[in-house]
C-alpha cells in the first residue's frame, strides 16, 4: 500500500467541513469545545464516531490532494459536495447508527471517485493508538491478517488469520471460523459492526475493552 502521510485541508475550508486537524486531547478531527450542534456533540461522545470523524478527515484530505491534481473543476466539486455531506449527516442529530452509516457511505464514495485505497497490505494503528492491524499477501489472492493490542485495562488477541477479499470487504477465518469482517474505507481500514465483529471482541479482548467495533483504522508507515 501507498501510505499517505496526514494532509491539511486550508483552515477556511476545515472550518466549513468540520476536517480540522484535532488537538491533542482531541478524539475527532474538530475542537469538541467548540461543538455547535447535536451531531457535533454526539461525535464528540462517542469514541466510535469520533474515530470516524478522523478518518473522514484523513480521506478528505487526501481527495482533495487528489482533486486538485486533476483539475478541470474536479476540486470544486468535491468540497461543494463535501458541504452537503455535512448538512446531511447534521440531519441524523444524535442518532449514531445513522451517523456511522453516514460516514462510511460517504468513506465508499471517496474510494470510488478519488481512488484512495490501492491494497490490503500494510500496517493500520486504531484511532487511539491502542491495537493494530498487519496485513500481508500471502497465498493470492489471499492474505494473513494479524490483530493485537489494548491498554492497561484489556489485551487484544493476539488474533490470527486468514483474509479472502469478498465484496469490497476482508474476511477473516481463524481455526476454521470467521473471526472478524474489515472494510476499506478512505485510505484504512474500518470494523463494521456485526455478529463476528462483536463476538471477536468480547472473545478476544474482554469485557472490559472499549467500543473497538465499528472504529475506524488509518493506515501507518510507523513514523507517525
Not at 52 to 59: C, K, N, V, Y
Not at 62 to 90: F, M, Y
Not at 109 to 129: E, H, K
Not at 148 to 173: F, H, M
Request: net charge negative; charged share 15%.
Amino acid at each position: 500500500m501507498q501510505f499517505r502521510p496526514r494532509l491539511t485541508v486550508p483552515s477556511a475550508l476545515c472550518a466549513a467541513l468540520t476536517c480540522l486537524q484535532p488537538a491533542p486531547s482531541a478524539a475527532q478531527s474538530f475542537d469538541c469545545t467548540k461543538a455547535g450542534n447535536e451531531t457535533e456533540k454526539t461525535i464528540c461522545s462517542d469514541r466510535m464516531l469520533g474515530a470516524l470523524d478522523m478518518g473522514m478527515s484523513d480521506a478528505y484530505s487526501s481527495a482533495v490532494q487528489t482533486a486538485r491534481g486533476l483539475g478541470g473543476g474536479d476540486e470544486d466539486t468535491l468540497h461543494r459536495t463535501q458541504r452537503a455531506w455535512v448538512q446531511n449527516r447534521n440531519r441524523c442529530g444524535a442518532d449514531i447508527s445513522c451517523l456511522a452509516a453516514s460516514y462510511t457511505t460517504r468513506l465508499e464514495q471517496l474510494n470510488s471517485d478519488f481512488s484512495l485505497w490501492n491494497s490490503w497490505t500494510g500496517t493500520y494503528d486504531g484511532p487511539f493508538g491502542e491495537n493494530q492491524f498487519t496485513i500481508s499477501q500471502s497465498d493470492p489472492p489471499n492474505y494473513d491478517v494479524n490483530f493485537i493490542g489494548g491498554s492497561e485495562n484489556y489485551t487484544c488477541g493476539p488474533v490470527t488469520g486468514s483474509g479472502v477479499p469478498k465484496d469490497g470487504r476482508l474476511v477473516v477465518t481463524s481455526d476454521g471460523a470467521d473471526s472478524m469482517v474489515l472494510q476499506a474505507a478512505g485510505p484504512g481500514l474500518f470494523l463494521p459492526d456485526n455478529r463476528v465483529n462483536d463476538a471477536l471482541i468480547s472473545d478476544w479482548c474482554g469485557m472490559r475493552a472499549p467500543q473497538l467495533v465499528g472504529a475506524y483504522f488509518g493506515p501507518s508507515d510507523g513514523t507517525q
